[in-house]
Antibody, heavy 120, light 113 residues
């Protein structure tokens, strides 16, 4: 069974940093492209970033480019999101998501999410 | 970026009645080389992550009840719940995966009348 478990969220002051983790199990993690998607309280889903299977290629939403860094450790089956220079509008539940299949780009599996609150 | 616009924003339907949600993409998501529409639908219940319902615009994910169906092509798509059940109360999102960034509609909230 595919499982994705996020951690690392919490309360941080504006301008601060956090690193989110997503522990994956139940599949060959190193074979799959992975994403981060966020959802502000009471709002819709917004894609944040993606990384290819070996970590050699990344992509970011304009709103986080230059502040967030996605990475992965395939030996540890873990996806990361380093978030720097955090702003109030980064407040959201952050989900990690796996693509459905090796050649299937939609989001097939989601974690339960971790809440990031940016506030003084 | 492709903008996905859903209508309506909310929908109140009686149990057993049909619910229809529309999704319009600002760009064509039909890939001509394989004749597939790069569009998915998700259901999100309160406090839960989204759940995949449909991909390729009309292919139902395994385990999804057959009262859920997707249709459309190019830029205009529809999710239909043919006989609304109490457990279908949720927010529904369309999403294009034709290009990067993947983008979602703003969501449609479905409630019981």
């Amino acid at each position: 069974e595919v499982q994705l478990v996020e951690s690392g969220g919490g309360l941080v002051q504006p301008g601060g940093s956090l690193r989110l983790s997503c522990a994956a199990s139940g599949f060959t993690f190193s074979s799959y492209l992975m994403h981060w998607v966020r959802q502000a309280p009471g709002k819709g889903l917004v894609w944040v970033s993606r990384i290819n299977s070996d970590g050699s290629s990344t992509s970011y939403a304009d709103s986080v480019k230059g502040r967030f860094t996605i990475s992965r450790d395939n030996a540890k089956n873990t996806l990361y999101l380093q978030m720097n220079s955090l702003r109030a509008d980064d407040t959201a539940v952050y989900y990690c998501a796996r693509v459905y299949g090796l050649a299937a780009a939609w989001f097939g599996y989601w974690g339960q999410g971790t809440l990031v609150t940016v506030s003084s | 970026d492709s903008v996905m616009t859903q209508s309506p924003d909310s929908l109140t339907v009686s149990l057993g009645e049909s619910a229809t949600i529309n999704c319009k993409s600002s760009q064509n998501v039909l890939y001509s080389s394989n004749n597939k529409n790069y569009l998915a639908w998700y259901q999100q219940k309160p406090g839960q992550p989204p759940k995949l319902l449909i991909y390729w615009a009309s292919t139902r994910e395994s385990g999804v009840p057959d009262r859920f169906s997707g249709s459309g092509s190019g830029t205009d798509f529809t999710l239909t719940i043919s006989s609304l059940q109490a457990e279908d109360v949720a927010i529904y999102y369309c999403q294009q995966y034709y290009d990067t960034p993947p983008t979602f509609g703003q969501g449609t909230k479905v409630e019981i009348k």
